[in-house]
Every structure is written in structure tokens, then in C-alpha cells.
């Protein structure tokens, strides 16, 4: 197979779909692989690592879309991009479909089999080419977190982690999956004061035990969310329902009884947010105010550690990318339910039922292409 990846096109996304190492294990299956010029260079990964490894390198996106069989990405694509893909090619990318309702029209009319990289299972459960991003997510959000609330930034002014007679900051983390739990460690490792929500009473005991009551838990509801962004300085949403739109748990009303200055963090922006004034933002213009609560809304957090971020994600597509490439999307597909979970677009119909429910459009079981 002819696999190619281009150069990411969001806003500051220095990730890149292939490494070479990963490169290397294509083409010793024989398959051929091209890569836009520079491509991985924000990782710091240069073109001769990658001619190295056996890729082609070329000069324009144009022309890895015209001649690739498979294209591997990181963000989803941008508009121009779309335009470029064909009927029956494979795209291989983090795709968010349930909140861009004009994303997902696009694939529709492509033709294209795209398979999301959210979306695919694991036999052990949950999602394991998100798992990697949302631990970069999780362990960035503190980070970012407490430089927003410093005063330049439009802040309270708190240091995360106190000084001796100062009180250190009350951050609050809604969700307690891979993204929720790696924010906690982190800002506990800041020296915060820690409060974790969750809806799942095996996921809180489970909190409970790994950070030996050093963390608060307690049980996600309406109430509790309103109750607790009143005393916090730092809000983190890290909630998640695989394929579908965030709930909006922060509601404007509680927004406005927050205290002025605090910083709301939200990694679920890439699935519309879960605060109804959560809006994309990019690394270039991270922050807005909505009634003195500083957003962070970067829709592509991971790509600000970029080099790291790609490692990690490589290491969880490769055997994913791996199956594609040997047996072609519609064996592999039918060979693997866990791959099969990502297929959301496939020959113009939606084949994820989250996303077809979200933009009320038909839906058309993937097995249905496998014939």
C-alpha cells in the first residue's frame, strides 16, 4: 500500500502522523511510504531521518493526497484539505465529528473511509488512541492552568501550590478518566488542593486508592458541580462520551459564581466543550473572559509538546496503522472489531451512531461495507 502523511495545517500542530521508526516498519513490509517536506520537523524529526527509514519525501500536500492509498494525520483535516481526499482513499486521523457538523459533511461527500482514531476499542475497554493524548492532555492542563491564573494572563494571581502561610489553590477536576486522573496527579504534584468528580463509583474508589485520600472525591452531580466552582481557582473538565458531543456540566449561571479570576481549563473542547461558553481556541490566542472566568479552550493541546505527544501517539497507532496497510481497510476492518469502532465515515454514509444522532442524519452500520 502507498501511505503518505502530510504536514499538519491546525493552527501551532507540530505533531505528525509518522515517525520514522514507524515509516521503517511499513516499508519492511514492502509497502511504500511518502511524506511531505518538513513534516516532522516541529517534532524534530528531520526529512533525512525519515528518507532513512525508506519514505519518499515530497514537496506539496497535494500531491501525498493524489497518490496515497492511505493518508495518516494527527488533527483532523482543515477545509482546503478536505477538497483533496478521494473515493475509497483511507484517512487515518483524530477526527471530533459529533461537534463539526461541516467536517462531517465534507467525509460524507469525499467518499473516503475514515477511521477516527477516538473511536477505536480495545479488547481490555476503553479507547487506546486516545488514551495517549489525553494523558498528555491531563498532565498539560495544570500546567497550562497555573500560568493563566497568573495576573499577566488575566488571573487571580495564585500560585497552584501556595507558600508557607499562603493558602495554595482549590482546583477542581470534572471527569475521572485517563485525562482527569493525570491532571490530578499533576496538580497535586504542584502542591494544589485537589477535588475530583466523577459518576462512577468504581472510578472514585479507584481514585481513592491511587492517591491515598491525598485527592477528594465526589460524586458527579448538577449540584455538587455548582456548589464546588464557587470555591474553585482552577476548573478542569475532563469529561468524555466516546463519538458524541460533551455535556454541558458548567451552565453560564454557575459561571457567573465563580470567582473573578478564576481559570476554567477544557480538554473535552475537542468533542464542543462541556461549559456552555466553551468556544475552539488555538495556541496562538489561547485564553478568553466570559464574566471573569479565564477559558482555555485549545482544541490541540498535545500539540504544544509536540515532540513527546507524536512519540506517544505513534507507539498506539502503529499496529492499528500496521493492519490497514497489510490487509487493506476492509479486511482489516472485518478482521478487528476494535478498528472497526473507528470507522465514522465510510462511502458517503455515517457509520458512528454518536455522530449520526448528533447531526440527526441516517446512520449505516460499518459492517454493512464489508461484504
Not at 459529533?98 to 482514531?117: E, H, K, M, N
Not at 495517549?132 to 488571573?155: C, D, F, I, N, Y
Not at 463509583?201 to 464557587?230: E, K, N, P, Y
Not at 451512531?353 to 440527526?360: R, W
Request: some cysteine.
Amino acid at each position: 500500500m502507498l501511505v503518505g502523511a502530510p504536514k499538519e495545517t491546525k493552527d501551532n500542530e507540530f505533531r505528525v502522523g509518522l515517525t520514522p521508526a514507524t515509516v521503517a516498519e511499513l516499508t519492511h513490509r514492502g509497502h511504500t511510504v511518502i511524506i511531505e517536506k518538513s513534516a516532522g520537523v516541529g517534532s524534530g524529526l528531520m526529512d533525512d531521518e525519515y528518507a532513512n527509514a525508506g519514505a519518499e519525501i515530497v514537496d506539496t500536500p497535494q500531491e501525498i493526497f493524489a497518490r496515497a492509498e492511505m493518508v495518516v494525520k494527527v488533527k483532523e483535516l482543515q477545509a482546503a484539505e478536505r477538497t483533496m481526499l478521494r473515493r475509497g482513499q483511507i484517512l487515518f486521523a483524530y477526527l471530533h465529528l459529533a461537534p463539526d457538523l461541516v467536517q462531517t459533511q465534507d467525509l460524507i461527500s469525499s467518499g473516503s473511509a475514515c477511521i477516527a482514531y477516538e473511536t477505536v476499542t480495545a479488547s481490555s475497554g476503553g479507547l487506546p488512541l486516545l488514551t495517549p493524548m489525553s494523558e498528555v492532555a491531563g498532565r498539560l492542563a495544570p500546567q497550562v492552568g497555573a500560568h493563566a491564573l497568573e495576573k499577566e494572563s488575566g488571573g487571580r494571581g495564585v500560585l497552584l501550590g501556595g507558600v508557607p502561610g499562603a493558602p495554595v489553590a482549590d482546583v477542581l477536576i470534572i471527569g475521572g478518566g485517563i485525562a482527569g486522573t493525570n491532571a490530578a496527579m499533576i496538580a497535586l504534584g504542584m502542591g494544589a488542593q485537589v477535588t475530583l468528580l466523577d459518576q462512577s463509583l468504581d472510578v472514585l474508589r479507584r481514585l481513592a486508592t491511587q492517591f491515598g485520600g491525598h485527592v477528594r472525591t465526589i460524586f458527579s452531580t448538577r449540584a455538587a458541580i455548582a456548589d464546588l466552582v464557587t470555591k474553585a481557582d482552577l476548573v478542569i473538565g475532563a469529561v468524555l462520551v466516546p463519538g458524541a458531543s460533551a455535556p454541558k456540566l458548567i451552565t453560564r449561571t454557575m459561571l457567573k459564581t465563580m470567582k473573578q479570576g478564576s481559570v476554567f481549563v477544557d480538554i473535552a473542547i475537542d468533542q464542543g466543550g462541556c461549559a456552555e461558553t466553551s468556544r475552539p481556541t488555538t495556541h496562538s490566542n489561547p485564553t478568553f473572559v466570559v464574566d471573569g472566568v479565564v477559558h482555555y479552550c485549545v482544541a490541540n493541546m498535545p500539540g504544544a509538546v509536540a515532540r513527546t505527544s507524536t512519540f506517544a501517539l505513534n507507539n498506539a497507532t502503529l499496529p492499528f496503522t500496521l493492519q490497514l496497510a497489510d490487509k487493506g481497510w476492509r479486511q482489516a476492518l472485518k478482521d478487528d472489531i476494535h478498528l472497526r469502532n473507528g470507522l465514522n465515515v465510510c462511502g458517503g454514509k455515517i457509520t458512528c451512531k454518536p455522530v449520526a444522532e448528533e447531526h440527526g442524519l441516517g446512520f449505516t452500520p460499518a459492517e454493512a461495507f464489508l461484504d
